[in-house]
């Protein structure tokens, strides 16, 4: 059976890049426009893996991982930042947050699936 990847994104045409990645490796995907909507489907259902966006509306990505991370289901999945930003402040409170890895776009899918191979196989 697939692993499935929640990835999180306001952006509808990195969504689809991403969604189309992975899924061409033989990964399943779950869409969520938001943060709030991520963190939403992430308490119905578990996910091998989550990738997100820092700056979204209603939740950002920094908040999205702090929030996954009280949950006992979500307290050693892997959360991948795909993001603009590559300051290292940003980084900093990634990592502070709990996230295991930071990817900056435009991201290269190669690299992409390469990180994610990594982390879940």
């Given amino acids: 059976m697939a692993k499935t990847i929640l990835a999180a994104d306001d952006s509808r045409s990195i969504l689809q890049m991403v969604s189309f990645t992975l899924k061409g490796a033989g990964y399943s995907v779950v869409e969520a426009g938001d943060g709030q909507a991520a963190l939403d489907l992430a308490k119905k259902q578990p996910f091998a893996l989550v990738i997100t966006d820092l700056n979204m509306p209603r ?15 979500y307290k050693f999945t892997p959360i991948l930042m795909l993001t603009t930003e590559a300051g290292e402040t940003f980084k900093t409170k990634g990592k502070a947050a709990g996230a295991t890895g930071w ?19």
């Fill in 59 to 73: 939740m950002d990505g920094i908040t999205l991982i702090q929030n996954l991370r009280t949950l006992p289901s």
């Fill in 103 to 121: 990817l900056v776009k435009p991201f290269d899918p190669a690299k992409l699936l390469g990180v994610v191979k990594k982390l879940i196989g």
